[in-house]
């Protein structure tokens, strides 16, 4: 029942340094994808993927690195992080076709990120 | 491009009453859904309704429904005899060719 894992669900980092931010998701979904929130803005895509292998820009990809080798594991990469990269990050999975229809897109439970 | 728009930053209802959130969408796509989602104060993110750009018929789910014009690329969600809890931040969220792209949110606050 875990449905997407999202970790750490805290960070702070230092002007510079790199990290990954982890995702996982038990229900075999094909579409995974990073948001970040920010106050006003809503959620904004960074990256997506449409399968193993596959992956994609989204609105804000700038500062952001992304693979995706089995369907289960989406990591989001920090290179270089920059106080404007603080917010909170959403990882969010997807069936695709009709499934979606009945479930939507299953979110993480986010990770509060604070660049100093 | 997709585009999401919600207009009301913020609104207030009264405990019992009914309440409609507004959103408005821009797409050239000519299959297309539109999601809602709640944010409550915790964060997590849940999924509310769904309505498909062929459906002929407005989704409902329990106290919710979705009030869709085409013509107008309207999708309003509709919350009847509000609670307590459904005091949080309310998303819409469309999917086309891409992943959901959402509007700014519109936070509700109900009032007892």
Redesign the interface.
């Known amino acids: 029942n875990a449905g997407v894992t999202q970790t750490p669900k805290f960070q702070v980092l230092k002007t510079g340094q790199s990290m990954t931010l982890q995702c996982a998701q038990d229900m075999n979904h094909e579409y995974m994808s990073w948001y970040r929130q920010d106050p006003g803005m809503g959620l904004r895509l960074i990256h997506y993927s449409v399968g193993a292998g596959i992956t994609d820009q989204g609105e804000v990809p700038n500062g952001y690195n992304v693979s995706r080798s089995t369907t289960e594991d989406f990591p989001l990469r920090l290179l270089s992080a920059a106080p404007s990269q603080t917010s909170v990050y959403f990882c969010a999975s997807s069936p695709a076709g009709f499934s979606l229809i009945n479930y939507g897109y299953t979110f993480g439970s986010g990770t509060r990120l604070t660049v100093v | 491009a997709q585009k ?1 728009t ?1 207009t009301q ?1 913020g609104m207030f209802v009264q405990e019992k009453e009914a309440v409609t959130l507004d959103c408005t969408y821009d797409t050239s796509d000519p299959s297309y ?1 539109l ?1 809602w ?1 709640k944010q409550p104060s915790s ?3 849940i ?1 509310l309704i ?1 309505q ?1 750009s062929y459906d002929q018929q407005n989704a409902t789910e329990g106290r919710y429904s979705l009030n869709f014009q085409k013509a107008r690329k309207s999708a309003n969600l509709v919350i009847s005899a509000s609670q307590l809890g459904d005091s949080a931040m309310y ?1 819409c ?1 469309m ?1 086309g060719n ?8 519109t936070r509700l606050s109900v009032i007892a």
């Open positions: 999401i919600q930053p859904g999601f989602y964060g997590e993110m999924f769904y498909g998303f969220a999917f891409t992943p959901l792209v959402f509007g700014k949110g």
